[in-house]
């Protein structure tokens, strides 16, 4: 009941906040209301006067914004706007790949975008940072249909009905709002700037919503250009809230693996990254996240949150993590998400799995994850790091084996993987091709070291 209050009230907050008069109106109402405990000849006057203009302002702010979202209607497309390939980008690029998802089973498949020139430097550079004073806007179309996009997104995997509200919190979130391509990841700058839950859900997430009269993406404007080729995050104009998937391996070398709830709006029931989410703003403040110059490190930054993904969906205590382990192992861009920018990582613990609190998950967290299970690091090195087929049949075939040892009720009727799951799993095995000592290297932070 908490949940679902918390959920309401971020909504009417996020929708009706520049509807002054509709909220000035409801306000006066309480006022006169009030007004009551008067002496009776004051309150008599102030009741009907308020309750007038009360009603008056109700009535009309209320049918303009009713008439509003139903100009609007929105309607799932047949053929959401094509992916192009992967030199139909604006920016440049050293090795572009455009590729489908292909482990998603009866998860969310996509295509997605990645430059294997700059996976290739994300473990070994540190990318500066800088937070914009200026907090992201959803652009005027997108604000206008904010209520009937938060209704019409995906809700445990399915689009929901108009007039349910969705129970999800309007969190205070990071988006990347700069292109990370090799140079800048060098040498460059990125940009970070303030964002909210429900500005994702009312532009990245309907992306293959559109009007009814002409049956285009309502987003695509914003990600696209008119010759279909994907903008850059320095000029798109959706919310585009980082992603951060992470992969840990436990000291007995294997690789911790989350099961999502039903109730998660992107690949329900499927399995995770030890730890997936989105960068709070939160985890951009502190002194661990600033250089000795003071300068804001990104790649801090962007650890911190997948770290605390790991901590609070694994539920791996801060102290068994070996934070000075962690590592960026890929960038990539979520197609089907109107091209989300996500990053993924990997890093070391100091206990074994058998350590690991597995099985049901309990308290808050159990509406977005299920259960925690482990694989043999051998799926992941065994296979060509190069051979994407090769490397998702071989994680599957260790979750199904997995699934051989677990009780009837948990297991899975189809074994399902969330799209940066595979990605991050694809990632790590590239990574650790090349950095092959990693496993065995002293972490550079203590163990203890907490990050949240």
């Given amino acids: ?12 907050l996020f929708v009706y906040r520049s509807e002054w008069i509709w909220i000035a109106a409801f306000a006066f109402f309480v006022v006169t209301t009030v007004a009551v405990l008067a002496p009776p000849e004051i309150a008599l006057v102030v009741t009907v006067v308020g309750a007038a203009v009360t009603i008056g302002g109700l009535v009309v702010d209320g049918t303009r914004i009713f008439r509003a979202w139903r100009a609007s209607p929105l309607q799932e497309l047949a053929a959401p706007p094509p992916a192009g390939s992967a030199a139909d980008v604006q920016w440049m690029h050293d090795d572009p790949v455009m590729t489908s998802t292909i482990g998603h089973g009866s998860a969310l498949g996509t295509d997605i975008w990645f ?3 700059v996976d290739a430097r994300l473990p070994h550079v540190r990318i500066r940072g800088r937070r914009s004073r200026v907090a992201y806007r959803l652009p005027d179309e997108l604000a206008a249909i904010a209520g009937r996009s938060l209704r019409t997104g995906m809700e445990a995997g399915r689009r929901r009905r108009l007039g349910r509200l969705p129970v ?40 293959s919503m559109g009007h009814e009269a002409d049956g285009d993406s309502i987003v695509a404007p914003y990600v696209l250009d008119r010759a279909g080729r994907l903008l850059s995050l320095d000029r798109a104009r959706a919310a585009n809230v980082i992603g951060a998937s992470i992969l840990a391996i436990t000291a007995d070398r294997r690789c911790v693996i989350v099961r999502q709830a039903m109730g998660n709006s ?24 600033r250089d000795d110059a003071g300068e804001l490190d990104a790649t801090a930054v962007i650890v911190r949150g997948m770290l605390r993904e790991l ?10 993590m070996l934070v000075g382990s962690a590592r960026l192992t890929g960038y990539w861009r979520w197609m089907s998400r109107a091209a989300k920018p996500e990053l993924s990582g990997i890093v070391r613990l100091s206990i074994d799995a058998d350590e690991l609190s597995t099985g049901r998950v309990w308290g808050d967290e159990a509406a977005f994850t299920a259960s925690t299970t482990t694989v043999d690091l051998a799926a992941l090195t065994t296979p060509d790091s190069q ?28 074994v399902s993987m969330n799209p940066s799951l595979e990605q991050t799993w694809v990632c790590a095995a590239a990574f650790l091709a090349a950095n092959p000592g ?5 972490p550079t932070a203590p163990a203890s070291e907490r990050v949240e």
């Fill in 1 to 12: 009941m908490r949940s679902r209050l918390r959920g309401w009230v971020d909504y009417v």
């Fill in 266 to 289: 992107i690949a329900p029931g499927a399995y995770a990254a030890s730890g997936s989410g989105s960068v709070d703003a939160r985890d951009a403040s502190g002194s661990r996240v």
């Fill in 387 to 414: 051979d994407r087929s090769a490397l998702v049949a071989s994680l599957r075939s260790a979750l199904e084996a997995a699934e051989e040892s677990m009780p009837e009720e948990r297991r899975s009727k189809v």
């Fill in 168 to 207: 999800r919190f309007n969190g205070r979130l990071l988006r990347l709002a700069t292109e990370p391509t090799r140079s800048v990841v060098e040498s460059g700058e990125v940009v970070l700037e303030a964002v909210r839950y429900f500005d994702g859900e009312c532009s990245n997430e309907i992306w």
């Fill in 115 to 117: 430059d294997r020139a």
């Fill in 438 to 442: 990693w496993l065995d290297d002293q």
């Fill in 311 to 320: 901590h609070e969906e694994s539920r791996v205590p801060w102290r068994d």
